[in-house]
């Protein structure tokens, strides 16, 4: 049986942010920044070669992959929210997530695809701060699983791939994701110290960040759900290097699998980065300039890197069909 939620998290609800027109404007900047780049380091004849050698079987192999790690990614949600809510039907809660992925491909970066998911789960009557705190924590621990990968990419990539400083980068990310964990896990107490500072004016706010804050703060006796999820987090980052390992040997491409689950997680993270506009342009730039630099072909690693964009729209397309039937 779950423990009883927190008394504020009842009734919790939350409107979605406003964008402003010069966020888009620097997304769209960097879209054709990085295309532009693109085309001059690869020509479109050989790309358009590259990708004449795609395998079909290879493209279904990479959507069976694809599905696998969608349904993983969902029951870490699921059971994230099971820690301070109770959750929807697995089926439901993956459709969910699939609706948003396909939004997230016309809107800017994956965060989209949260806010959607958040959206949807609190007008369904739960709690916006439950369903929010679940989303986030599943984003913190996925990104301790990538700092996580990045300690051991240390240690077996190329050197000048991540520079000099590298390895005090990554453990400093590590640390920072790890304090930041910390932070989440008591938000009730910084929230007791913090929140009275607050205007009376700016109730609403305040009812909602302390459901939030007792929301992050009900996982913090929960050590064994948050281990369950990190090493679901790890087994989801190899599922994707399987994903894209499979697109490039469809290609011809001969580049060890280490590479792939050492540096496919740094192309997830890019498009959590705000400056990212759906999966086009900077994606395929990190990707080629990764890739690159471990001996793939610019026009393969681009070839390979669009593939995986086009499985993804696969996988999601059924879903944003129906999406404007859903009631």
């Known amino acids: 049986m779950d423990d009883p939620l927190p008394p504020a998290l009842a009734g919790t609800t939350v409107a979605p942010p406003r964008r402003s027109p010069l966020g888009l404007i620097l997304r769209l900047a960097v879209t054709v920044a990085c295309l532009a780049l693109l085309l001059r380091i690869v020509h479109p004849r050989e790309l358009i070669a590259t990708l004449q050698r795609a395998s079909w079987p290879f493209f279904l192999a990479s959507l069976l992959a694809n599905v696998c790690d969608e349904s993983m990614a969902t029951l870490k949600w699921r059971q994230l929210l099971r820690g301070v809510a109770d959750p929807p039907p697995f089926l439901s809660m993956l459709r969910l997530t699939l609706e948003g992925r396909f939004i997230a491909f016309f809107l800017p970066s994956t965060v989209t695809a949260d806010l959607y998911k958040g959206t949807v789960l609190t ?6 701060a439950a369903a929010f705190s679940s989303i986030v924590m ?3 621990l996925g990104l301790l699983s990538i700092m996580t990968v990045g300690l051991v990419a240390l240690g077996v990539l190329p050197a000048h791939l991540f520079g000099v400083n590298s390895a005090v980068t990554v453990v400093v990310a590590v640390g ?3 304090v930041g964990l910390a932070v989440f896990l008591n938000a009730d107490r910084i929230a007791a110290v913090v929140l009275p500072m607050l205007p009376p004016r700016w109730q609403r706010l305040h009812t909602f960040l302390t459901g939030l804050a007792g929301a992050f703060a ?4 929960r050590a ?3 281990v369950q999820a990190f090493l679901l987090s790890l087994l989801i980052q190899t599922t994707r290097a399987v994903a894209i390992w499979i697109l490039a040997r469809g290609v011809g491409d001969t580049t ?3 590479y792939f689950v050492l540096l496919v997680p740094y192309v997830y993270l890019v498009n959590m980065l705000p400056i990212a506009s759906s999966r086009v342009g900077l994606e395929q730039a990190v990707f080629v300039g990764l890739f690159s630099a471990v001996g793939m072909p610019p026009q393969t690693a681009l070839a390979v890197s669009l ?3 086009a ?4 996988l999601v397309l059924p879903f944003g069909i129906l999406l404007p039937f859903k009631r």
């Not at 009900?218 to 006796?221: D, F, H, K, Q, V």
């Not at 499985?311 to 696969?314: L, Q, W």
């Open 256 to 258: 060890p699998f280490i």
């Open 224 to 226: 064994g759900l948050l």
């Open 123 to 128: 007008r369904s009557g739960r709690s916006g």
């Open 307 to 309: 593939l995986s964009v």
């Open 311 to 314: 499985v993804g729209f696969a």
């Open 176 to 178: 920072a994701t790890a």
């Open 218 to 221: 009900a996982y913090r006796g």
């Open 138 to 140: 599943e984003r913190i």
